[in-house]
């Protein structure tokens, strides 16, 4: 069973509109948790990394927020642009052996 | 920024010919690089961690025969596929970390592979 479970798998939403992905992992000790977005074709470009003590952090229209406690992440996106079409990925850094766990993504479409 | 690349962006090659990756941190030195794969609408397969120096570390189930990699230096590493088959073809990642745990991952951009 995969420890980063990301919902929705994808999503539709209209320029202009706000969306929020989930990100629920079980790795544990974690060292941190970061949000990859992945154009199709190209690699994953870093948005936030965030340590267990961390809460949220911003990075533009995008800010990400974590629960230690309930290992749930959430990503939101502000104000989406067409532009932010693209996957979300989700990634969880082991503490023992700093091995990453990754998720599936969620796959986000911005329609005019 | 840290800046990670990689080269070529896309290959066409026959079955059973071999095909090579070249992965390059641009302004900062990687001990460690890691090979993924990534199938249509899945998510990165960590392949393989390589180490500067020393033997890459496989993942279960990837025949480290068929992906060979070599980190010869602390800005290049390269994954060569050996006798490709047409089940070969995928997206290859790589990546780099600049410094300690907590910082950021950076990616490359990707190489498409397609055996005919």
């Known amino acids: 069973k995969n420890q980063v479970e990301q919902s929705p798998q994808s999503l539709i939403i209209l320029e202009g509109k706000n969306c929020t992905l989930q990100c629920n992992y079980t790795v544990s000790p974690f060292s941190n948790l970061r949000w990859y977005k992945q154009d199709t074709g190209r690699g994953p470009v870093s948005l936030t990394i965030?340590?267990?003590?961390?809460n949220t952090k911003s990075n533009g229209r995008y800010t990400a927020t974590l629960d230690a406690d309930t290992k749930q992440s959430s990503l939101h996106i502000t104000a989406s642009q067409l532009s932010d079409s693209a996957s979300y990925i989700c990634?969880?850094?082991?503490?023992?052996?700093?091995?990453?766990?990754f998720g599936a993504g969620t796959t986000v479409t911005v329609r005019a | 920024g840290a800046v990670v690349s990689q080269h070529p962006s896309w290959v066409i090659c026959k079955s059973g010919t071999s095909v090579k990756i070249e992965c390059r941190s641009l302004?900062?030195?990687?001990?460690?690089m890691f090979w993924y794969r990534q199938f249509p609408k899945q998510s990165l397969m960590l392949m393989a961690t390589?180490?500067?120096?020393?033997?890459?570390?496989?993942e279960q189930g990837v025949e480290k025969d068929k992906f060979l990699i070599n980190h010869a230096s602390l800005t290049l590493s390269t994954l060569t596929v050996t006798s490709a088959h047409p089940e070969d073809s995928s997206f290859y990642i790589c990546?780099?970390?600049?410094?300690?745990?907590?910082?950021?991952?950076?990616f490359g951009n990707g190489t498409r592979l397609t055996v005919t």
């Open positions: 302004d900062f030195q990687a001990t460690t």
């Open positions: 990546s780099a970390r600049d410094l300690g745990d907590n910082s950021p991952l950076h």
């Open positions: 990634v969880v850094s082991h503490s023992n052996d700093y091995k990453l766990s």
């Open positions: 390589s180490n500067e120096g020393s033997k890459a570390t496989y």
């Open positions: 965030m340590t267990f003590s961390e």
